[in-house]
């Protein structure tokens, strides 16, 4: 059964809980402004639609180039590969190919270089 508003239905206090909520919404819309705002200045500007430009790709250098830049022959390097000093970081058509950066860092700690 429904009841209308003439047939002893009040309906002040629903317009009034009403009203609350709406001014609650309008509250809770205009913090999350604040935040919005704040976290936009937090971020670095980038053109709208526009996604950060992802991190290169890692320069590879195979053993050969490795162990002349390093100055080491074949076995230290494999020794080296042993005792965890530099990590093979892929294998192609039958060739060890390491990080530039981790073949840099051989070479530094190898020769003392700081």
């Excluded at 999350?32 to 290169?56: E, Q, S």
């Excluded at 590879?60 to 965890?84: F, H, K, P």
């Excluded at 192609?92 to 020769?111: I, M, P, Q, T, W």
């Amino acid at each position: 059964m429904v009841r209308r508003a003439g047939a002893g239905f009040n309906v002040s206090p629903m317009l009034e809980q009403l009203e609350r909520c709406e001014a609650y919404l309008v509250s809770i819309d205009e913090k999350l402004g604040v935040i919005a705002d704040c976290c936009l200045k937090l971020v670095p500007d980038y053109p709208a639609g526009t996604p950060p430009v992802p991190d290169p790709e890692p320069v590879l250098r195979d053993a050969e180039y490795t162990r002349n830049r390093v100055g080491i022959s074949e076995s230290t390097l494999l020794r080296c590969q042993q005792r965890g000093e530099i990590e093979v970081a892929k294998r192609a058509k039958g060739k060890k190919y390491f990080r530039d950066e981790d073949v840099e860092r051989l070479r530094k700690s190898y020769r003392g270089i700081e």
